[in-house]
């Protein structure tokens, strides 16, 4: 259901005299940067789905074609521009912390490993799953900036000689420690919390959500599509993040 024009108002009104704004972003914020989302049309990837690559497992079994995987998407990302929907944050969180002059009154929450949130300018970033642009060790546990496209070696190995995996977390693996504990305390103190392009399925994240309506915060749900939060929100706006995120400035 898509809530009437005036509900934007009432929204802005929110976001304009409130002292604490938590996101969450997923990869639909990303899609119209031209990053493929992972589980709308052409979020596939040669028939696989992130469920089959995005795990330890699937790393073991096979590092070369996971790190196919993300070697074509750092290309994709490496081309990619912040759009709209990431500017409009950006500033938010300046128009925020400006009114408030206080940091922890904005908090941006992402799913997201392609880092267009701090290229678009967004400063106080938690990023749950890491970064794509790192890279870890397998084996002395070095974590490095990597940003060659394409990889010259595939799958990529340490100067000490063992396998290079992504920064990044997969399915079965914890989030960071201080990542987590930053965004639910930022959840849970949030007045109002904008969902924006996730589908809501990945825990613990998705629960980051239920967590701010629980402690009383006013939500806003912005998806092209339904999302099992839905239900739940004070606003739903049925539309893209590039096209509804710059009304609330
Ligand atoms: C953990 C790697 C425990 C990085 C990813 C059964 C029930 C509940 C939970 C579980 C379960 N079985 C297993 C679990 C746990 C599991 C989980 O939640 N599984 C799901 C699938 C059921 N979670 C985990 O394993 C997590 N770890 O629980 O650890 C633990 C604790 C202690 C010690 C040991 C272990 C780890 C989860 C992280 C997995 N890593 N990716 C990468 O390669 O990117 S998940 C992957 O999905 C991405 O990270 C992505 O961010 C995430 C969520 O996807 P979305 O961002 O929402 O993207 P999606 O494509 O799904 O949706 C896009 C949305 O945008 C859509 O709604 C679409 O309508 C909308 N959209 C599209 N275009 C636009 C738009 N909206 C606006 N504008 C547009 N233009
Ligand atoms: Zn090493």
Known sequence: MTQ????MMGLRQVVHTTDSIAVLTGAGISAESG??????????WRDYSAEDLATPEAFARNPR???E???WRRGIIRQAQPNPGHLALAALEQQTVGRCANDASFTLITQNVDGLHERAGSRSVLKLHGDIWLVRCTGCGAVERNDEVPLRELP???RCGALLRPGVVWFGEPLPRTE???AYEASRHARVMLVVGTSAVVYPAAGLAELARAAGAKLAIINTGETPLDSAADWVFRGTAGETLPQLL
Do not use: I
């Open 69 to 71: 995987w993300y070697d």
């Open 156 to 158: 990529p190995r340490c």
């Open 4 to 7: 009437a024009p005036f509900d």
């Open 180 to 182: 987590w504990a930053r």
């Open 35 to 44: 990053v493929p989302t992972f589980r709308g049309t052409g979020g596939l």
């Open 65 to 67: 074609l996971v790190w």
